[in-house]
């Protein structure tokens, strides 16, 4: 069994025998409400049965309300028969009939099934502890938690959707058989963004339409900005009514691929490591259903994973699948491929027919932006714009330096001559074009909104080119002004959608809706081009800015899948950020040495090995955590944890405790409060144990989520539940580094079996060394400071359940009987000591109560 020795206070756990409810709708605290009367007709799927009458589907948390054919009183339950043999028999409580069939048939993956549709973790153990003995009732109890906090209209595509994903599709099926979606794995979604506005038809789009009448792939190639993409997306927007499904992948890498595809195709949220198998999987996923047609853009593919695609996502016997490949690599390996070299001469005069000047000053500007359609529209808006002549232009942008300015990684792309690329400099006098007239634009007592949409728009030039979130960019912008009292999120998104405008008309973004979401795209040499803006006195402002956002979108404990729809949109921007401090350390060691960053750069490798291992994806995880563990080391100077005896574990925390403590009190940019404890992201029963205990406190809300700000915490430090920030500051990086070391050593604890083939003896020493270490760090906490930290628990926890438990020493040998038996017996001691030392202590994550 799982136990989980925090449970919060907030929880009243019914007696083990009680099976029923009060006949009526009891009232046990707070105000009554209106119920459901169960006869609303909610969509064309099937209908709630009868019985289900008189259910709220989504009463508050603080009610308990019974059905009207329950007949079991509170003063007796009712007794549950069990049979000479077969499996229990769930209750008779009168709830849905549907709920219950399922129910009856999850087995062990009511778990899983319960994640998925957000149920909270804290719920889920809970509702195991109260029906440990009826694995049935469990997970009914489960699937009914989920179904009274549904908000939506249509609950049963949700279920659907998630019993998919959980490879459950044949009990999906059978239970649910009239769902929305049923038999389709994209439901018709599409994510591909319209193309710009004043699109020109090009030779080349042609030549693509007259080459995929007969072949069903081709490979796009140019340079970033020729137009491949815009030419893909006109394609889709030319003949859509064809497909089922539009669908663009980024692909520079593996990790792109893997998280474009888990939001193409929610059957596949849990996903391959190996990402060839995964490929061919949805590829013959869509091949199987061949009365659907399907539209894929790999886009921005590289050499590592074009080879990869052109292998495994092999549509040549497919009628039903169309692909276009984008990629700058020339050598794609493929016959059926065509160059994109940009626009010709009679296309460019098209795009500048509005320009009053001879033709062969527009040839000129046409040569000298390398002919590409992005670095033409830029010129011909500024030229517009400043009303000033092709000559005067040309002579601006020649006199841009940006030898001091361009990244090692981008010098090799472009080569040795790329100081004359007029189209480079094009995009950056664009850029600075822009920002100077958003400086205009917001003068006065609005300064301080024009320094933060140019800082919206730097830091995008750090995420991924591709479905970008307006909403995230709303919080990025709430995050930047840092005002007392927060504009409202419709004035933040004002100011956004000025922003959004001004990137469009000059071709920087195009904008595509999913379901009642909006995202952006971008490309390569906007984001070079913004990149470049480096103001003297903060050059990693935007990144940092961007990686405080991201974190507070992501919360370990509340669970990945509660969020799943957001998170995910997430991860490939996470990837991109964390790629781009990789390549500033190499570019530039000595401004990479602020902790601040590194630690910033931590916490978002913390998260992404967090997510990955709830995925599935253990490789990844691993990957991540491990480089997590090895930026913390780096950070204070510390050796490998690869420490085996108890007394060296013990001084190796003293000493990365005094070594952590030291670098907060003296960097001043390391401020936890403002940094990290500020924006963190609580779940629902963290927020009502802190209201049961400290009143009816407001907390800031974006979407579900629950947001610490300023006022909150010093609302909290007042009332006891949160730790004032003098000790903050001593015991949140021994916590953090405690939290790293924690997930990365329960890598092992997961998957011991895995590891046991693995000969690699160094590393699975680092690997099981790390829980202990974090145990050891956490003791120290409180020895220092009279914190109680969360992970003492989880990590006693799991030394006791696993460590004592094993058959092998951490040497890898086998123990001896006697030494096997010992250990049990030590245990269960220590496991009696942990449940007591959880009732009795107050517990502290990120320095606010659990």
Same mark, same amino acid.
């Given at each position: 069994?799982?136990?989980?020795p ?19 709708p ?30 709220h ?66 719920d ?88 995929? %009448?007969?072949?069903n ?6 340079l ?23 669908w ?92 994109? %070299? ?27 932006m ?46 040795s ?8 400099k ?10 100077? %007239? ?13 320094r933060?949409?140019?800082?919206? *728009? ?20 709430? =995050?930047?002004?840092?005002q ?9 998104e ?63 404990d ?66 991540? =955590? ?51 404890v ?11 144990q802190?209201?049961?205990i400290?009143?009816?406190?407001? *907390? ?28 903050l ?7 953090l *580094? ?75 040998n ?17 496991y ?15 320095g606010i109560?659990?």
């Amino acid at each position: 069994m799982w136990w989980s020795p925090v449970a919060p206070r907030s929880f009243t756990v019914a007696p083990k025998s009680y099976t029923g409810a009060p006949s009526g709708p009891k009232k046990l605290y707070g105000r009554p409400q209106k119920l459901y009367d169960g006869t609303q007709k909610l969509y064309d799927g099937p209908q709630w049965p009868p019985e289900a009458k008189g259910l709220h589907p989504v009463a508050p948390r603080n009610y308990m309300v019974a059905p009207r054919s329950c007949t079991v009183a509170l003063n007796g339950p009712k007794k549950l028969y069990r049979g000479p043999s077969g499996p229990q028999k769930i209750k008779d409580t009168g709830h849905q009939k549907w709920l219950q069939d399922i129910a009856g048939h999850l087995g062990k993956n009511a778990r899983k099934v319960a994640r998925r549709l957000g149920v909270t973790d804290e719920d889920i153990e809970n509702i195991d502890s109260n029906h440990k003995d009826n694995s049935e009732e469990a997970a009914y109890q489960m699937l009914r938690k989920w179904y009274q906090n549904y908000r939506g209209k249509n609950p049963i595509p949700e279920l659907y959707e998630a019993l998919v994903e959980c490879e459950l599709k044949g009990i999906a099926d059978r239970f649910l058989p009239n769902s929305t979606g049923h038999g389709s794995i994209h439901r018709k979604r599409c994510n591909i963004a319209k193309t710009v506005g004043n699109f020109i038809t090009t030779e080349d789009m042609k030549k693509c339409k007259k080459h995929l %009448e007969n072949e069903n792939s081709i490979v796009l190639t140019g340079l970033s900005g020729s137009g491949k993409t815009e030419i893909a997306k006109r394609y889709w927007e030319d003949n859509r009514q064809k497909y089922e499904c539009g669908w663009l992948i980024h692909s520079g890498t593996e990790e792109n691929i893997r998280n474009a595809l888990a939001k193409c195709s929610r059957r596949f949220q849990r996903v391959d490591p190996d990402v060839t198998l995964l490929l061919e999987d949805i590829c013959e996923e869509m091949k199987r259903e061949s009365d659907r047609k399907f539209f894929i853009i790999f886009d921005d593919v590289s050499p590592a994973t074009q080879k990869i695609i052109q292998e495994h996502f092999d549509t040549r016997l497919a009628d039903n699948i169309t692909v276009i490949i984008t990629t700058q690599t020339v050598q794609h390996g493929n016959e059926n491929s065509l160059k994109i %070299e940009g626009f010709s001469q009679e296309e460019m005069l098209e795009l500048l027919r509005e320009l009053e000047t001879e033709t062969r000053s527009k040839v000129k500007l046409w040569n000298e932006m390398g002919r590409l359609p992005c670095a033409l529209v830029c010129a011909e808006y500024d030229i517009n714009k400043q009303k000033t002549t092709i000559e005067q232009y040309l002579k601006a942008v020649n006199d841009v330096d940006i030898n001091p300015m361009i990244e090692q990684r981008t010098q090799n792309a472009l080569g040795s001559d790329y100081n004359k690329r007029g189209f480079v400099k094009a995009h950056v006098q664009s850029v600075r074009s822009m920002m100077k %007239e958003i400086e205009e634009e917001f003068s006065d007592d609005k300064v301080h909104v024009a320094r933060g949409l140019c800082l919206v *728009f730097k830091s995008m030039a750090y995420m991924n080119s591709n479905a970008i979130p307006v909403s995230f960019l709303v919080n990025l912008l709430s =995050l930047i002004l840092d005002q007392k009292t927060p504009l409202p999120e419709e004035k933040l998104e004002q100011y956004i959608n000025q922003l959004i405008d001004k990137m469009q008309i000059r071709w920087f973004v195009t904008i595509f809706k999913e379901d009642s979401d909006r995202f952006l795209d971008s490309h390569d040499l906007v984001k070079l081009a913004t990149r470049m803006q480096i103001d003297v006195d903060s050059r990693n402002e935007p990144l940092e800015k961007l990686f405080k956002a991201l974190l507070s979108c992501f919360a370990k404990d509340t669970g990945f899948m509660a969020y799943f729809k957001t998170n995910a949109a997430l991860l490939p921007h996470v990837e991109e950020a964390l790629d781009r401090v990789e390549q500033l350390r190499h570019d530039d060691p000595t401004e990479m040495q602020r902790p601040y960053l590194s630690l910033m750069e931590i916490g978002l490798l913390d998260v992404l090995g967090n997510v990955y291992a709830k995925t599935e994806r253990e490789e990844q995880s691993e990957k991540k =955590l491990e480089r997590a563990v090895d930026l913390f080391f780096e950070l204070i100077d510390e050796n490998d944890i690869s420490v085996q005896s108890e007394s060296d574990i013990v001084a190796t925390a003293q000493d990365i405790y005094r070594k952590l403590h030291n670098l907060v009190t003296q960097n001043e940019d390391v401020n936890v409060l403002s940094n990290f404890v500020v924006g963190l992201v609580l779940n629902k029963t963290d927020v009502e144990q802190l209201r049961r205990i400290a009143g009816d406190i407001k *907390f800031p809300e974006r979407g579900s989520q629950f947001l610490v700000d300023v006022n909150t915490y010093h609302k909290l430090v007042k009332h006891g539940v949160a730790l004032p920030e003098e000790e903050l500051k001593r015991m949140y990086l021994p916590e953090l *580094f405690a939290s790293v070391l924690y997930e990365y050593g329960r890598l092992y604890l997961k998957n011991a079996d895995k590891f046991k083939n693995i000969k690699d003896e160094k590393r699975i020493k680092k690997i099981k060394s790390a829980i202990n270490l974090s145990h050891a760090v956490c003791q120290v906490i409180t020895e220092k400071t009279d914190v109680h930290v969360l992970h003492t628990i989880l990590t006693k926890r799991n030394i006791l359940l696993h460590v004592y438990s094993e058959d092998l020493d951490d040497d890898g040998n086998a123990k001896q009987p006697l030494r096997k038996l010992n250990d049990l017996y030590k245990g269960k001691k220590k496991y009696e000591e942990l449940l007591e030392e959880a009732v009795d202590r107050k517990w502290f994550q990120h320095g606010i109560m659990k």
